[in-house]
């Protein structure tokens, strides 16, 4: 199974990104998926979480800016960044809880994509 985000770069604050992560290889079914970021010096925290139902959840500091959704056809989960603040930037991971139709549920972890926010 392989998580491969992706669509981050450098913006402009008060501009907008929308980050995809494809869930790949052999999956039986995905429990929650969610973005986290780590910025440089700093741990890693929780940005967004989503339900197989669409139930969401933010950390308060992306909340009314950032959305997170889902395509479970697709195995895919997105979040779109409008509205960013220098204190966005960071590298973001996309996360997904999946059954691979055997074993145990197993926790995955996209590569992380670069997100600068700087004029």
């Known amino acids: 199974v392989q998580l491969q985000a992706s669509g981050g770069g450098l913006v402009q604050p008060g501009g907008s990104l929308r980050l995809s992560c494809p869930a790949s290889g052999e999956i039986d079914s995905i429990n929650n998926m969610a973005w986290y970021r780590q910025a440089p010096g700093k741990q890693r925290e929780l940005v967004a979480t989503?339900?197989?139902?669409?139930?969401?959840n933010y950390a308060d500091s992306v909340k009314g800016r950032f959305t997170i959704s889902r395509d479970n056809a697709k195995n895919t989960v997105y979040l779109q960044m409008n509205s960013l603040k220098p204190e966005d930037t960071a590298v973001y991971y996309c996360?997904?809880?999946?059954?691979?139709?055997?074993?145990?549920?197993?926790?995955?972890w996209g590569q992380g994509t670069q997100v600068t926010v700087s004029s």
């Open positions: 989503i339900t197989p139902g669409g139930n969401t």
């Open positions: 996360y997904a809880d999946i059954y691979r139709g055997w074993g145990p549920r197993s926790i995955y």
